[in-house]
């Protein structure tokens, strides 16, 4: 397949871009900055100034935007709302990486994680402009997109090759109840989704097994 990953010299862009490459994938590392990658092309580009040229040909997308000062939360819907629009038509599938604090927690999905008792709220913030942007995937037309949310315990450092399973909407936990995900295992599991031809128009969600 070609891959593009937006956002490759982030954390998880990184992993994200090693393990397509890994995998035998013709990849693209889109980024702000010229970067170390291991990645077969480059493309050193702002996700705001993308057009629909630059991702044209590619099979699938990932998009690993990240954006966790105040000023700049509202990127989580805006750039969202670019990539709908200069992808509409396009056959590609727009795969992004998520966050956990939208999911639901009852099975009437009327209550989210943000929302619970509890909720750090220094966290609120981020968690709510990450729920904005998968509203933004979620209203569109025209766009092959899929949205996964990680375990709410999201570990950036934690360690690769532990089992993981797929959920839908809801948080779920472990037989310890425990939902936990490294940042490694996410991309893998993102890959396992970029190479299905599932899950098209849905968010789901990955927590270790």
């Not at 702000?32 to 077969?40: L, V």
């Not at 009437?108 to 994680?113: A, D, G, L, R, S």
């Amino acid at each position: 397949m070609k891959v593009a990953v937006i956002a490759a010299n982030g954390k998880a862009g990184t992993l994200l871009t090693a393990q397509a490459t890994q995998r035998g994938h013709d990849v693209t590392a889109i980024m702000r900055k010229d970067h170390d990658t291991p990645a077969a092309h480059t493309l050193v580009k702002d996700v705001f100034d993308l057009t629909r040229e630059d991702l044209a040909g590619f099979d699938v997308i990932l998009d690993a935007f990240g954006a966790w000062s105040e000023d700049a939360l509202a990127g989580h819907s805006t750039h969202l709302a670019h990539l709908v629009d200069i992808l509409q038509g396009s056959p590609a599938r727009l795969l992004v990486v998520g966050g956990a604090g939208s999911l639901y927690v009852n099975p009437e999905h009327t209550v989210t994680v943000m929302q619970t008792e509890g909720f750090p709220p220094e966290v609120a913030p981020l968690a709510q402009a990450m729920q904005d942007g998968l509203d933004v995937l979620r209203r569109s037309e025209g766009v092959k997109w899929t949205y996964l949310s990680p375990a709410a315990d999201f570990q950036a450092d934690g360690p690769e090759g532990h089992a993981y399973v797929f959920g839908g909407e809801e948080l779920s936990t472990d037989a310890n109840g425990a939902c936990v995900i490294s940042y490694a295992d996410y991309a893998r599991a993102m890959l396992d989704v970029a190479e299905s031809n599932e899950h098209i128009g849905e968010r789901i969600s990955v927590r270790n097994a």
